[in-house]
C-alpha cells in the first residue's frame, strides 16, 4: 500500500504540473484572487483571449440573460452579467477548459466530476452566511473539492461517484484500496498549484467530521448536502438551486465542447 500511496501522489504531482495556462489566463487566475476587482481589469485581460470573451458574451446571449438584443460586444456583456456572474464564468472557465479538458479523461467522466463540483460550489456559496469575497471562496473551493479524483480515474477507472457510497465511507475505503484517498491527493496536487492555504485545507479535509477551518465546513456541508437525501425545507431549496445553477453551467460549457 505504501508504494501505491508515493505512486499515486507522484503521478498527481505529474497531472498538476500538466494544465500549463498562457500568459493571460494565469494572470487572470492572480487577479480572480485578490480582494478588491473591477469589470475594467477584468476586461483589460479578457480582452486579449478570444476563447475567454466568446464564453462571456455566450452566457450574456443565453436564454437566461438575452432580452432580446443580440450583444455581440465584449464590454456590453460584462455590464450585462455584472461582476460577480463575469467572475464565476471565468472561474468555471479556468477550470473546465484550463484543467478538466486537459486530462485526457472521457467526457463522461469530466461531466461526472464538473456536474458534483458545481453543484457543491453553488450550494457551498449558498450555506456561506459571511460577506462577498467569503462567498467567492467558497464557490472556487467547492469547484476543486474533488479535483483528488481524477488521477484515481486515470490510473484505476475508479467510479467518480465514489461507488454511491455514504459520505463518511468514501475516504476509508479508498484508503483500503489505494492507500490514500482523494482527499490527500488534491490537497498534494492543490500544493503543487500553490493554492491559497484555505483552498489546500477544504480539499483535504471536506470527508472529515472536523472541517478545521470555516471554508472546509462549508465545502464539506455542502459536499454532504448534495449526495445526502434531507427532509429539510432549506437545504432542499439550497439544493435544488444548485442543481439548476451547475445544468446552467453545464450546458455553456460542457454542452458546447
Excluded at 498534494?188 to 500553490?194: I, L, S, V
Aim: charged share 25%; glycine share 6%; hydrophobic share 45%.
Amino acid at each position: 500500500m505504501a508504494f501505491c500511496r508515493e505512486y499515486i501522489l507522484h503521478y498527481a504531482k505529474s497531472l498538476a504540473c500538466l494544465p500549463s495556462l498562457d500568459s493571460v489566463t494565469q494572470k487572470l487566475s492572480e487577479v480572480l484572487a485578490e480582494r478588491k476587482i473591477s469589470l475594467s481589469r477584468i476586461y483589460d485581460l479578457v480582452q486579449y483571449d478570444p476563447a475567454l470573451s466568446s464564453k462571456i458574451i455566450a452566457v450574456a446571449n443565453s436564454a437566461w440573460h438575452n432580452r432580446g438584443v443580440p450583444i455581440v460586444n465584449l464590454k456590453r456583456a460584462m455590464i450585462a452579467l455584472g461582476l460577480e456572474e463575469v467572475k464565476d464564468v471565468l472561474i468555471c472557465a479556468l477550470f473546465y477548459d484550463g484543467v478538466l479538458k486537459k486530462w485526457g479523461l472521457k467526457r463522461e467522466q469530466i461531466f461526472d466530476l464538473w456536474s458534483h463540483s458545481l453543484q457543491t460550489g453553488f450550494a457551498a456559496r449558498a450555506l456561506c452566511s459571511q460577506e462577498q469575497k467569503d462567498m467567492e471562496k467558497a464557490f472556487t473551493a467547492g469547484l476543486f473539492h474533488d479535483i483528488g479524483k481524477v488521477p484515481l480515474q486515470l490510473l484505476f477507472h475508479y467510479t467518480i461517484d465514489g461507488e454511491k457510497l455514504a459520505w463518511d465511507a468514501v475516504c476509508p475505503r479508498e484508503r483500503e484500496r489505494f492507500g490514500t484517498d482523494h482527499q490527500e491527493i488534491g490537497f498534494y496536487m492543490a500544493t503543487e498549484w500553490k493554492l491559497p492555504e484555505d483552498y489546500r485545507h477544504a480539499m483535504r479535509l471536506h470527508h472529515e467530521m472536523n472541517g478545521g477551518s470555516t471554508l472546509a465546513e462549508v465545502v464539506k456541508q455542502a459536499n454532504i448536502l448534495m449526495i445526502t437525501p434531507t427532509e429539510d425545507a432549506r437545504l432542499v431549496e439550497i439544493r435544488t438551486a444548485a442543481e439548476a445553477s451547475a445544468s446552467k453551467a453545464i450546458s455553456l460549457f460542457a454542452g458546447a465542447a
